[in-house]
């Protein structure tokens, strides 16, 4: 049902009392869009993403034979068409917060970017400060970290309070297509961010890297080779998390503006305990980000 | 008809009879997938390119209320669900190539790419010598650099010998449109790339950042807070120069693992001049590029 109440696997027009409000994003390319709106009679704002579902080489035969094609042009050996498949197949995702806060909608809308070129000093006075006034609730990570939510879906779990993770498929990920093949470790242990670790990190930062390239390489067949394995950083939740996503998959926020390789970090900090401390680290803010406010506030853009 | 020749405004099922051979390509982020196949009973090869067509602000609101919604996952605030929409709504766009010669099969095809963890070992002894046994002409390079050609697209010149550089757009930026700015600064100086920096290189590369950005300021009118500036580890060419890219283009090559910020690279030497001598660096290969036949003829892919 429409408030998010309803058991897995039900299935039902569950947006056909849904007004859309307005078009927060859309990314023509990589064919998502969210949005804002309401349920017919209910209260408060839902923020919805949609993505249309790559396709799937398992399906693509049964699909393509199957979809009403639609010629739009025909000339010499080139040929184009629109098509209408059946209604049997998946065709896009969706991922619905309700009720969503007014963060929420900013986070999922389309806004000017700067670059934050962030020194020790400006983290000292200017970043951390701003986190500490503006915590989003992560509630569903110690859901997870817990076992109250998605415990069906932990593909490894090393249980150490201090050196262990949890490793589950990113909520971008269906666990199905391997191109697209994304999983998050999320660590026992309280740290909030790249900012954070020393050489006390090394042993949970090593296990990470060697117990969950481990277990993609023995659940998935997918060996370190072809892994992309990184830390955002600002991330998007202060709980510290790997991202480990397939070469193939031109994933978001791999840019070398936001992603720092697990590899890179462990190396810099046997250097240097210091060197997440001491380093600045740049990132981009959207314009409506509290941390961009704050820089602002700070005089930091002219 | 299957065979292309068709009017247009036909509709029908014309790949029913379509039997893919291969998958040439796939890209999950844009929702595109390129295939080989054949119609039964007639001669030659189809190159198919099939793409996700992105959501329609005029009818999102009219698609989501009439798919039908599987739950897949309800934590908390967040619920996510498998959207099967009605058959009145075009889906995708289909491209065919037909009859496709070989080289249509080529250009359309995909390779494997892997991750080479370069130490500073595996520089020595497997990447310098596999780049002295094959190098690429770089002609079109001292071309640029001795006024031979393309001078008149030169942005910024700063001809010191030792710290100077020439600054210009881009082949893939055609100079008009500000959001997808992309200058290059290719060195006077004779350095090959990022493993030859250190701290004999800083006035060189601080005076790129500083005369760079404020060149590009001057001319296009957009701020250091709006770039990307970086290095390509490894380049596509072996002589050193440094990509200035507007931050809302999402550029090739700003990923992680090819990608190294210009003002990470100098704090890094000022804090180890040889840092990058030292310092394990990831990329990927491609599976006919020359690097990976090397690391693999040194049996570094098991």
Redesign the interface.
């Known amino acids: 049902n429409a408030d998010?109440?309803?058991?897995?696997?039900?299935?039902?027009?569950?947006?056909?009392?849904?007004?859309?409000t307005s078009?927060l994003r859309?990314?023509?390319?990589?064919?998502?869009?969210t949005?804002k709106g309401k349920f017919n009679g209910k209260d408060g704002d839902a923020v919805?993403l949609?993505e249309?579902?790559?396709?799937d080489?398992e399906t693509?035969?049964n699909l393509?034979?199957?979809?009403?094609?639609?010629?739009?042009?025909?000339n010499d050996?080139?040929?184009?068409?629109?098509?209408?498949?059946?209604?049997?197949?998946?065709?896009?995702?969706?991922?619905?917060?309700?009720?969503?806060t007014e963060k929420h909608v900013i986070k999922y809308s389309e806004q000017d970017?700067?670059?934050?070129?962030e020194t020790k000093d400006l983290y000292e006075n200017v970043t951390k400060q701003c986190l500490e006034k503006n915590q989003f609730s992560i509630?569903?990570v110690y859901?997870i970290l817990e076992k109250k939510?998605?415990s069906e879906r932990i593909v490894f779990e090393d249980p150490d309070p201090v050196n262990g993770f949890i490793l589950l498929p990113d909520?971008k990920w269906n666990r199905k297509?391997l191109?697209?093949l994304y999983l998050v470790a999320i660590t026992h242990n309280h740290i909030k961010s790249l900012r954070d670790l020393n050489k006390e990190s090394l042993p949970l930062l090593k296990n990470i890297l060697k117990s969950g390239t481990e277990a993609i390489e023995k659940e998935f067949n997918i060996p370190?080779?072809?892994?992309?394995i990184?830390v955002h950083y600002q991330p998007s939740y202060y709980h510290l998390h790997v991202h480990f996503s397939n070469?193939?998959?031109?994933?978001?926020g791999?840019?070398?503006?936001?992603?720092?390789?697990l590899?890179?970090i462990i190396?810099n900090i046997e250097?240097?305990s210091q060197y997440y401390e001491n380093?600045?680290l740049?990132y981009?803010v959207k314009e409506n980000d509290v941390l961009h406010q704050a820089y602002k506030d700070h005089g930091y853009?002219?």
Chains 1, 2 share one sequence.
């Open positions: 998010g109440a309803g058991d897995e696997d039900e299935r039902g027009l569950f947006f056909k009392d849904f007004t859309t078009v859309e990314d023509t390319k990589a064919k998502l869009m949005l919805v949609l249309k579902l790559p396709f080489k693509v035969a393509m034979s199957s979809s009403t094609m639609h010629q739009t042009l025909n050996i080139y040929s184009t068409y629109e098509a209408f498949p059946p209604t049997n197949f998946p065709d896009y995702k969706t991922t619905m917060i309700y009720p969503a970017m700067y670059v934050v070129r509630q569903w859901n939510c998605e909520l297509d191109d697209s370190v080779s072809k892994l992309r990184y070469l193939k998959f031109d994933a978001p791999t840019d070398v503006l936001r992603a720092h390789l590899d890179s190396e250097m240097d380093k600045t740049h981009t853009f002219k």
